[in-house]
Every structure is written in structure tokens, then in C-alpha cells.
């Protein structure tokens, strides 16, 4: 039998269950389809803990976008009764002319951000956990932190519930069809009609939008026991940091929340197919972390605690994409993010339900659409 709904959201993942969130407290009739069961650690929106900042390196457009973020995740904790975000401050290490310090100062500089210019010496007396090498340079901001992604997933969805949304788990998408008067949406368990569609389907996108121009990467985390100065790893002596070892490359970490210092290389992952990627753990890949480790947090290189494969759904230049399907005005492509997008989840929540209501964005970010990629999705 055919059902139908105001909007349909396809993927409840983080940017799906954020978008079915503000969707069904604004009274639309939503239904949220997933193929696994959130959350869940085969897509891109898990792994224990997600960085937060403000002094975005990427592009200062995304500033106004993660302010807006900030605000949200507070009333998403007020709301869900449970916590979130823990503030740390974080840093951003690396070369005085690297991409990473410029463009964090130019975010920080062009939106008025608290900020501090640090040097290497003075990076390690603060924070002594850190050895970063004696040219570089740092960018310290007050309000960054962490966010934790399963239980914001597990909020949003639960808000979403609460609001009237009907949500559905272990229901593949096998295809959809828009007719000109709405869109038909077809699972291997029934068929559902909507006026509208959201796909966002993280790493499987493309199953649905064929031509979208992304690529999945496969990214592997790491959690290992400090081997000495456990101390130093708290998250009161130990920031959430980003470091530029070499151009254009980067890793990062987090603190010891009780199960490691959590730590992973930024991109450099292979490409793959979402459903036939190797989720087991290679001694090399732990090996190419640990190489970093040595080097620029010495005192974490201890035993591994544990390990886990991600994905990364990549943009060509590692924008966001959120944009109507260029055939089919009534379908919603939303956010292939890059690796970085966890932390923007409400606030692109609640720009997919602007567009979708209202077709006006609290928030401009005009350069997230597909034009700029000079290639249409079919």
C-alpha cells in the first residue's frame, strides 16, 4: 500500500536525523527511511567523539554556518536532557604559512573570533602532550571541543520521534521516482509518496543520484593507551587538535574520554565502494597513525585500545553539497561532507528545512550547490 507524507528523508544519519528533526517540529508529516540501524558504525557518523570549532581553515563562509551550530547543539541538549558537547579549546599546528594557521586566522580574523597566535615553544609549555616542531605555529580557539557523535544521533532521532515523525530502520532504498506532482519512493518493504524528497544518504549517495561527482574514502581512527603522563591526555590539559605535518596533509586528535587518545590521519584513505570497503584494521594502517604519533605526541604511543574504519563521501573540492536535483526541483540532495561536515548536522538540518518550506536559508551558503562543480546530478 502506498503511503504519503509531506517529506520523506532518506538516510538518518547525522545530516538525516537532524533534517527529520526540525522537519517534524515545524508539523510536517515526516518519514525518515534507513537501511541499518542507527547509530551505527558502517557510514560516516560515529566514532565516539567529533571535533567542533569555530576558526573554520577550510573557508570563512562556513563560520556563520558553525555559530549556528553551536546554538543549535545547546537546544538539542536542553531539549533531549543529555550531553553532547564538551569544551576543550582547540588548536590548529602547523607551518606559519600553511594552510592550516592561514586559514584558521583568516576565519578567526574575518568574523571577530577569540583567538590566540601561539608559537611551537609556547604550544608545548601549555599544552605538554604536544611536540610540535620548532617553526610552526599555532591557532588556539577558546570555544572548540567535542561532540559525541552516537548519542547525537540518537537525540536527534528521538526529538524527531517526539515531533511526529514516523522513522524506519532496516529499510533499504531501492529507488525513487518523481512525476512531476510529488515522489515515489520504493524500499524492498513497501512504496511511500511525499511532495517532497531528502536524500541523504551519505556514502551510498550515489545509488540513488547516479551522477552525483563524489568519491568515498575509506579513513581508519585509532585509540591508544598514553604510555606515560596520562595526566597530560585530559581533556582539561589536552585540546582537540588538527597539525599540518607536511603540505596539505593533515592529522589530528582528540583527549582520553576514558578510552584512548583517539587520533587518525585527515584524507589519504583509499577509494571505495560503501559495500565492499575492508572494515578490518591493517597493522599498516595503524602503523601510518602511529608514525605521526611518535612524532608529534610522543606520549600517546602506547598500546592500541581500539580501532575503526570510516568514510569520508568527498566532494572534488571538498565542499558541502546541499542543492535541489537540477532534473527534479522536489528532491533535495543533501551533504556529501567531506569528512568534516559532523559538527554542522542541525544547522544543515535546519537549512534542508528552510529550503524545503520556505526556499529561504537562515544561513547563506550559496557555494554548497552543485553548479560550482560544473557538473549536473542524474
Given at each position: 500500500?502506498?503511503?504519503?507524507?509531506?517529506?520523506?528523508?532518506?538516510?538518518?544519519?547525522i545530516?538525516?536525523?537532524?533534517?527529520?528533526?526540525?522537519?517534524?517540529?515545524r508539523?510536517?508529516r515526516?518519514?525518515?527511511?534507513?537501511?541499518?540501524?542507527?547509530p551505527?558504525?558502517?557510514?560516516?557518523?560515529h566514532?565516539?567523539?567529533?571535533?567542533?570549532r569555530?576558526a573554520?581553515?577550510e573557508?570563512?563562509?562556513?563560520?556563520p554556518?558553525?555559530?549556528?551550530a553551536?546554538?543549535?547543539?545547546?537546544e538539542?541538549?536542553?531539549?533531549?536532557?543529555?550531553?553532547?558537547?564538551?569544551?576543550?579549546?582547540?588548536?590548529?599546528?602547523?607551518p606559519a604559512g600553511?594552510?592550516?594557521v592561514?586559514?584558521?586566522?583568516?576565519?578567526?580574523?574575518?568574523?571577530?573570533?577569540?583567538?590566540?597566535v601561539?608559537?611551537?615553544?609556547?604550544?608545548?609549555?601549555?599544552f605538554?602532550?604536544l611536540?610540535?616542531?620548532?617553526?610552526?605555529?599555532a591557532?588556539?580557539?577558546?570555544?572548540?571541543?567535542?561532540?559525541?557523535?552516537?548519542?547525537?544521533v540518537t537525540?536527534?532521532?528521538?526529538l524527531?520521534?517526539r515531533?511526529?515523525?514516523?522513522l524506519?530502520?532496516g529499510?533499504?532504498?531501492?529507488g525513487?521516482?518523481?512525476?512531476?506532482?510529488?515522489?515515489?519512493?520504493?524500499?524492498?518493504?513497501?512504496?511511500?509518496?511525499?511532495?517532497?524528497?531528502?536524500?541523504?544518504?551519505?556514502a551510498?549517495?550515489?545509488?540513488?543520484?547516479?551522477?552525483?561527482?563524489?568519491?568515498?574514502?575509506?579513513?581508519?581512527?585509532?585509540?591508544?593507551q598514553?604510555?606515560?603522563?596520562?595526566?597530560h591526555?585530559?581533556?582539561?590539559?589536552?585540546?582537540?587538535?588538527?597539525?599540518?605535518?607536511?603540505?596539505?596533509?593533515?592529522f589530528y586528535?582528540?583527549?582520553?574520554?576514558?578510552?584512548?587518545?583517539?587520533?587518525?590521519?585527515?584524507?589519504?584513505g583509499?577509494?571505495?565502494?560503501p559495500?565492499?570497503?575492508?572494515?578490518?584494521v591493517?597493522?599498516a594502517?595503524?602503523?601510518?597513525?602511529?608514525?605521526?604519533?611518535?612524532?608529534y605526541v610522543?606520549?600517546?604511543d602506547g598500546?592500541?585500545?581500539?580501532?575503526?574504519?570510516?568514510?569520508?563521501t568527498?566532494?572534488?573540492?571538498?565542499?558541502?553539497?546541499v542543492?535541489?536535483?537540477p532534473?527534479?526541483?522536489?528532491v533535495?540532495?543533501?551533504?556529501?561532507?567531506?569528512?568534516?561536515?559532523?559538527?554542522?548536522?542541525p544547522?544543515?538540518?535546519?537549512?534542508?528545512?528552510?529550503?524545503i518550506?520556505?526556499?529561504?536559508?537562515r544561513v547563506?551558503?550559496?557555494f554548497?550547490?552543485?553548479?560550482?562543480l560544473?557538473?549536473a546530478?542524474g
Amino acid at each position: 500500500m502506498e503511503r504519503s507524507y509531506d517529506v520523506i528523508v532518506v538516510g538518518l544519519g547525522i545530516m538525516g536525523s537532524a533534517t527529520a528533526y526540525h522537519l517534524a517540529r515545524r508539523g510536517l508529516r515526516v518519514l525518515g527511511i534507513e537501511r541499518f540501524w542507527p547509530p551505527h558504525w558502517l557510514g560516516s557518523s560515529h566514532g565516539r567523539s567529533r571535533i567542533i570549532r569555530e576558526a573554520y581553515y577550510e573557508h570563512p563562509a562556513y563560520v556563520p554556518l558553525v555559530r549556528r551550530a553551536y546554538e543549535l547543539w545547546a537546544e538539542v541538549e536542553s531539549e533531549a536532557g543529555r550531553r553532547l558537547f564538551l569544551q576543550t579549546g582547540g588548536l590548529t599546528v602547523g607551518p606559519a604559512g600553511g594552510e592550516l594557521v592561514q586559514g584558521s586566522l583568516l576565519s578567526a580574523r574575518t568574523h571577530g573570533l577569540t583567538h590566540e597566535v601561539l608559537t611551537a615553544d609556547e604550544v608545548r609549555r601549555r599544552f605538554p602532550a604536544l611536540r610540535p616542531d620548532p617553526e610552526m605555529s599555532a591557532v588556539w580557539e577558546p570555544r572548540a571541543g567535542v561532540l559525541f557523535p552516537e548519542a547525537c544521533v540518537t537525540a536527534l532521532l528521538g526529538l524527531a520521534r517526539r515531533h511526529g515523525a514516523e522513522l524506519k530502520f532496516g529499510q533499504e532504498v531501492t529507488g525513487w521516482e518523481a512525476d512531476g506532482s510529488g515522489v515515489q519512493v520504493q524500499t524492498r518493504m513497501g512504496t511511500y509518496r511525499a511532495e517532497r524528497l531528502v536524500i541523504a544518504a551519505g556514502a551510498w549517495v550515489t545509488r540513488l543520484v547516479p551522477d552525483l561527482p563524489v568519491q568515498v574514502e575509506r579513513q581508519v581512527m585509532v585509540w591508544f593507551q598514553p604510555r606515560s603522563n596520562p595526566h597530560h591526555f585530559r581533556p582539561d590539559q589536552l585540546p582537540v587538535f588538527i597539525l599540518e605535518y607536511a603540505p596539505g596533509k593533515h592529522f589530528y586528535g582528540l583527549p582520553d574520554l576514558g578510552e584512548g587518545v583517539k587520533t587518525a590521519r585527515h584524507h589519504d584513505g583509499e577509494t571505495v565502494d560503501p559495500d565492499l570497503v575492508d572494515r578490518e584494521v591493517r597493522e599498516a594502517d595503524v602503523d601510518a597513525v602511529r608514525e605521526l604519533l611518535r612524532r608529534y605526541v610522543p606520549a600517546a604511543d602506547g598500546p592500541v585500545l581500539t580501532a575503526a574504519v570510516c568514510l569520508y563521501t568527498n566532494a572534488p573540492d571538498h565542499h558541502f553539497i546541499v542543492d535541489f536535483h537540477p532534473a527534479h526541483p522536489e528532491v533535495l540532495i543533501l551533504s556529501p561532507c567531506s569528512g568534516h561536515g559532523f559538527k554542522f548536522g542541525p544547522a544543515i538540518g535546519e537549512l534542508a528545512a528552510d529550503l524545503i518550506t520556505t526556499g529561504r536559508p537562515r544561513v547563506e551558503v550559496g557555494f554548497f550547490g552543485l553548479g560550482r562543480l560544473g557538473q549536473a546530478a542524474g
